[in-house]
């Protein structure tokens, strides 16, 4: 088994930042990709950013050139910059990972991390 723990998330002002971190831990073999989602109030889940195990990343359009998504294989974490915070980032994020343990390959989730921003 896998579990995804997140923390990092929190409070602030619109264009603040905050860095949101989730570690896997269990019987881990590979870890194919890493990413985060975001479900708001009344919303959808969503995808927010992902990082492929070659490095090679992708964005949803509003948060393009304000949020990043860094890897740390060694460590299996995975980590989301968000800079120039906007009222409309509010949401739950919850970060995934599609994880091979033992010979099954499937996506793990966290628990979600609450962010909120005020204007």
């Known amino acids: 088994q896998v579990q995804l723990a997140e923390s990092g998330g929190g409070s602030v002002q619109s264009g603040g930042s905050l860095r949101l971190s989730c570690t896997a831990s269990?019987?881990?073999?590979?870890?194919?990709?890493m990413a985060w989602y975001r479900q708001a109030p009344g919303k959808q889940r969503e995808l927010v950013a992902m990082?492929?195990?070659?490095?090679?990343?992708e964005y949803e359009d509003s948060v393009k050139g304000r949020f990043t998504i860094s890897g740390d294989n060694v460590e299996n974490t995975s980590y989301l910059q968000m800079n120039r915070l906007e009222p409309e980032d509010t949401a739950v994020y919850y970060c995934?990972?599609?994880?091979?343990?033992?010979?099954?390959?499937?996506?793990?989730w966290g628990q979600g991390t609450q962010v909120t921003v005020s204007s």
């Open positions: 995934q990972m599609s994880v091979l343990s033992g010979i099954v390959q499937r996506p793990y």
């Open positions: 269990g019987t881990i073999v590979r870890i194919y990709s």
């Open positions: 990082r492929y195990s070659d490095h090679s990343t």
